[in-house]
């Protein structure tokens, strides 16, 4: 695990030069190269879940919700849907999250990760990477951007569907716990490189089949 608490400074993250440039370009290929050989298994977990969701969560597959991205601009992010339907979002920024209304199969979904698989289309859309600070429900972002120190700066890249934050930190409530997300994905700009990139995505494939270590 990186010490990102240690490695983080104020910094003025650079986005610009040609190894910048350099480093976007070949993040954008591997991102949709990746996204496309995804879709085959994007298909056929849609269709497995249209079959099972009637029995086990009823309503529909997948999951919108309005999320801010690069720049604080909005987008819907898609996901399978892993909770009991309700009405409008009335969890707060700081609030602990539903767990009962999450279902079995849900917690299945969760626990691989395959609830964001979806998301493959918000990277091929541009709206997303594989990999950056994960997007939060637009209506949270605006309470932390006012709240949390730093938040801002972790807009200055395109959310990703998996990140630092999450392989390292993992799921926060409370204040502190989102001012500890926020230090990882600090950490992540301002050392931003395609090998990070591999590193992350191997950790995560580490959370996906169970496995611990770096």
């Known amino acids: 695990m990186f010490d990102f608490q240690n490695g983080l400074h104020e910094a003025e993250f650079d986005f610009r030069g040609t190894d910048a440039s350099r480093r976007r370009i070949t993040k954008a290929i591997f991102d949709v190269l990746m996204s496309v050989l995804l879709l085959v298994p994007l298909v056929l ?29 909005a987008f819907t992010a898609i996901k399978f849907r892993t909770m009991r339907e309700s009405g409008p979002m009335t969890r707060g920024a700081f609030d602990a999250l ?18 964001e698989l979806p998301q493959i289309i918000n990277v091929l859309r541009g709206e997303m990477s594989l990999i950056g600070p994960r997007p939060d429900a637009y209506e949270h972002a605006v309470t932390y951007l006012q709240t949390v120190p730093g938040y801002a700066q972790r807009h200055r890249v395109l959310p990703g569907i998996s990140g630092y934050a999450q ?16 230090m990882a994905d600090l950490y992540y700009i301002s050392h931003a490189s395609f090998g990070f990139d591999l590193w992350i995505t191997w950790r995560t494939l580490c959370v996906v089949f169970g496995r611990k270590g770096s």
Request: without cysteine; aromatic residues 6%.
């Open 45 to 73: 977990i849609t269709l497995i879940l249209i079959v099972l969701n009637p029995l086990f969560n009823a309503g529909p597959v997948v999951f919108l919700q309005k999320r801010m991205g690069l720049d604080g601009y």
């Open 167 to 182: 392989t390292e930190v993992g799921y926060v409530e409370a204040i502190d716990g989102v001012q500890r997300k926020v």
């Open 98 to 115: 539903e767990t009962d209304r999450i279902s079995a199969l849900g917690r299945i979904l969760r626990k691989t990760r395959i609830d």
